[in-house]
C-alpha cells in the first residue's frame, strides 16, 4: 500500500475528479435540460470546491433512448447540449481555471440511428453489415444465443428487412460494434483523436469490458445463484460476452494513443475505464509497464459492499493486495448509475462516505450533488424516464433518482432553469441547496470543501503510503504517510459513540463541537496529525 512519494506526480494521481451529468446540472436555453453553456456558467462553483477535473456524460449528437449513451455521431455535439462552438469555449474556460475535462467516450455501441448502422442494417451485402454483429436465428428459430441484455430480455434483436438477428447488450436501439473489424476499430480511434485534437484532457470509456465477444460467440454459463426477481442480466454469467483477452489488446492502443497525445506536451492525458469486475481481474486493466492499458479502472466497491467497518476493511486491504506494483487506486461512492450515497446511507454516514472518498489512498471520483447530500427522490411513476426501470419495474434497478437535477438555490427551479426540469427536483431543495449550504459552515457542501482543502494541502492524503490499523468494531482507522508524516484517519461507521484511544491534533471532523479524546463520537469521522 505504498504511496509515490514523487512531488511532479501526474495530475490524475493527485487530483479529484468531479462528473457533470449534463442533463442535470444548468440549464441556461429555459428548456428544463442543462447544456454546455449552463456548465460554463457554473465553472466558478466547480473551481471553488477544490477538484481538479471534470468528468462530462456524454454530450455527442443523440437519440436519447439512454440518454447519450446511444450515439448517433462521435465528432460533434448534441444540439440539446449546445455547438461544437460551445464545447471549444467551454473546454477553453475549463483549462482557464487550471481544471481538466474529460468525455466519456461510449465505444461498445452505437445508436440504431447512426449512419454506420443506418448502412449495416440496409442489406446482408452492405460494406459495413460486418460493423456490426449480425446472425441468423439458432436452428430451432429465436436468438442465437442465451445472451441476455444488461437491461433483461434477450441480447439479441430481430431485424425483418434483412432476416437476422443484431447484438445488443444493452437496449435494441442501442445495437454492439464489431471490434473484430479492423475499420470499426480505426474509425473509433480516429473519433478518440478528434477529441484530443481539440484539446481534451482524456476520457472515462463507458462498459470497456464488453467491446469484444468471444468468437463463435457460445452460449453463457447459467447462473446457479441467480433468483426470480433479481436483475434478470445476471441469470448468465457473462463468460463469452464480457472481459475478453482481445479487449485488453484495444486496451493498450486506447492508451498507446493517449501517451503518443501526451508526450512532451506538458499535458497529460488520463483514460478511465468503467469496468465491473472482481479485484483479480480488475487489476488486469492496468496492462504491464510495457504495455499498458487505461490509467484508472474504476473500483466500484464503495457501492457494492455492505456499509460495515470490518466489510470495508476487508475490501481495501483486498483491492490494494490485487494492485500491480505500477497500478494506481481509485475510488467512487457514487454515480449517475448508483443510488444517491445519503439514499443509502443516511445523510450523517454520508458525511463518513465523503471522508472515506476523500482520504483513502488513490484517486477520487464525486459526482455532483453529493456535496449537497441529496438523498432519495420520489420519481412519480408518470415521470419515470429511465429505460432500465420502464423495462424492469419494481426491483431496484432505476437510476432517475441520482440523475435529478442541481439545487443552486430556493429560486424557480432551484435556480437550475426557468423552466419545469426534465426530472423532480430532491423533496428539500428550498433549504438543500448551494446557496443555503454555502453560508451553513457545518454543511455537507462546507465539509466538502474543507476535505478537498485539506487533501491539496496534506502531500500524506494526496499521494502517501495507506496503513490500515485495528480499531474497535463499528470503527474503521487507517494511516496516510510519506516522508515520515503520518496523519490518522477514524471513522465511525455506527450511530453509537466507540471508546478508542487516539493522540494528536485534530484536523477535521465531521461533527461540530469538540472531539472527544478517548473516544469516537456516535457518526464521526476524524483526521489527526
Known sequence: MDGDSQQDAPWWKRGVIYQVYPRSFQDSDGDGIGDLAGIEQRLDYIAALGVDAVWLSPVFPSPMADFGYDVADYCDIEPMFGSLADFDRLLDQVHARGLK???????????????????SRSS???????WYIWRGAAPGGGPPNNWISDFGGSAWTWDEATEQYYLRAFLPQQPDLNWRNPAVKAA??????????????????????????AEGLPDNPINPRWKPGRNERDRVLQTHSTDRPEAHLISAEMRALADDY???TGRERALIGEIFLPYERLA??????????????FNFGLMEHRWDAAVL????????????PWGWPNWVVGSHDAPRI??????????????????????PTLYQGDELGIGEVDIPPARVQDPRELRQPGIGLGRDPSRTPMAWDDSVSAGFSAAEPWLPLHADWRTRNVAAQDHDAGSMLNLTRTLLSLRKSQAALEIGALRLLDAPPGVLAYERCIDGRALLVLL???????????????????????????????DEGLILE
Open 342 to 363: 445519503a439514499a443509502r446511507l443516511g445523510e450523517a454516514q454520508a458525511r463518513i462516505a465523503m471522508m472515506l472518498l476523500l482520504t483513502l489512498r488513490g484517486t
Open 313 to 324: 476493511r476487508k475490501l481495501i486491504a483486498e483491492y490494494e493486495a490485487a494492485l500491480p
Open 262 to 264: 501526451s508526450r512532451g
Open 284 to 297: 488486469r486493466w492496468y496492462g504491464t509497464p510495457e504495455r499498458p492499458q487505461v490509467h484508472l479502472p
Open 492 to 522: 465511525n461507521l455506527t450511530p453509537e459513540a466507540v471508546t478508542f484511544s487516539w493522540e494528536g491534533t485534530v484536523l477535521l471532523s465531521t461533527l461540530s463541537g469538540e472531539a472527544a479524546p478517548g473516544m469516537v463520537r456516535a
Open 124 to 130: 446482408r451485402t452492405n460494406p459495413k453489415r460486418d
Open 101 to 119: 475535462l474529460l468525455l466519456d467516450f461510449v465505444p461498445n455501441h452505437t445508436s440504431d440511428q447512426h449512419p454506420w448502422f443506418v448502412e
Open 188 to 213: 473509433m480511434l480516429g473519433a478518440m483523436r478528434f477529441w484530443l485534437d481539440r484539446g481534451v484532457d482524456g476520457f472515462r470509456i463507458d462498459v470497456l469490458w464488453h467491446i469484444v465477444k
